[in-house]
């Protein structure tokens, strides 16, 4: 098959880039490197650098290439930075998925597995958090999301694009082989940060609040190998490819971990002291996000082999070991 990946240069993009390389499929990235790194991108696959809200560049590539289904990762995905630039994320993240849809709607492209994520369900009342728990954001980001999310519902209505949204729990690790990984700049991300203090390049990691409602005081989340979450990406195509219907699925792991879990965690893996030290609470944050992704096992038949977060520090510390300096040369941000 043809597939069309945006962002496929970025963190969770080239992952499913090489799997769908793996698999065998015809891949075509498009990414604006604003956040990715072109050397993330499998060597197999048709690369165009733009951006997707440009609908002449993007009309040019569908018209290019003859595309049968999309894989969309292309967004601002930071919940502390969409605090402060909400605006910047419903331009990028709401208004980019739109001209998606209208290009994909002239180019009679009918399959569309989204990114979406456990942010637009804000501070749920229960956990685990089911498809069906109330949506309601606590930041910009999830609210961009689950706008998106509203898009694509209203036109598979009117031109019968077919979806499955994938709203993802805490996504870490890196591929087996360590070839592509994590590298953000400035990083926010928990577990990078843990393993960039392992190594050295941060004195300390700062924990964001421990006086929330948790055993320990710091925020509980639930984590995903981002080899596992590609998996359901790759499931949820075969899906629509035999006639599914539009859904939702959660991914996450089915357990939380705490913040001061996950260093000790960290800890014991890398053999490293991790320094931290007390900070404020990080706006737009909810206390505990853990998933239920039973739907998603029952319906996909996903089987997420690589979630426990020994496993996904394992990978991700062999993925900063080994290049220490992420993809570029030069300091980390
Ligand atoms: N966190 C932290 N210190 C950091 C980065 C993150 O204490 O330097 C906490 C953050 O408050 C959240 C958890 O780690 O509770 C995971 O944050 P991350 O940014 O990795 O993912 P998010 O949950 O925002 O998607």
Known sequence: MSILVLGGAGYIGSHAVYQLIDRGEHVIVIDNLETGHQKAVHPEAIFYQGDIRDKTFLYSVFEKESIE???????????????????????????????????????????????STAALYGEPAVVPISEDTITNPTNPYGESKLMMEKIIKWAEKSYGIHYVSLRYFNVAGARGTAEIGEDHRPETHLIPIILQTALGKRSHIVVFGDDYDTPDGTCIRDYVHVEDLID???????????????????LGSNEGFSVNEMIETARKVTGKDI????????????STLIASSEKARKELGWNPTRSTVQQIIQDAWNWHSSKPNGYEKGELG
Do not use: C, W
């Open 232 to 250: 359901a990406h790759l499931l949820a195509l075969d899906y629509l490819e035999k006639g599914g219907t539009n859904t939702v699925y959660n």
């Open 275 to 286: 320094p931290t030290q007390k900070g404020e609470r990080r706006q737009g944050d909810p």
């Open 69 to 115: 289904a999309v894989f969309h990762f292309a967004a601002n995905s930071l919940v502390g930075e969409s605090m402060e630039k909400p605006l910047k994320y419903f331009h990028n993240n709401v208004y980019g998925m739109q001209v998606l849809l209208e290009a994909m709607v002239e180019a009679d492209v009918k399959r569309i597995i989204f990114s």
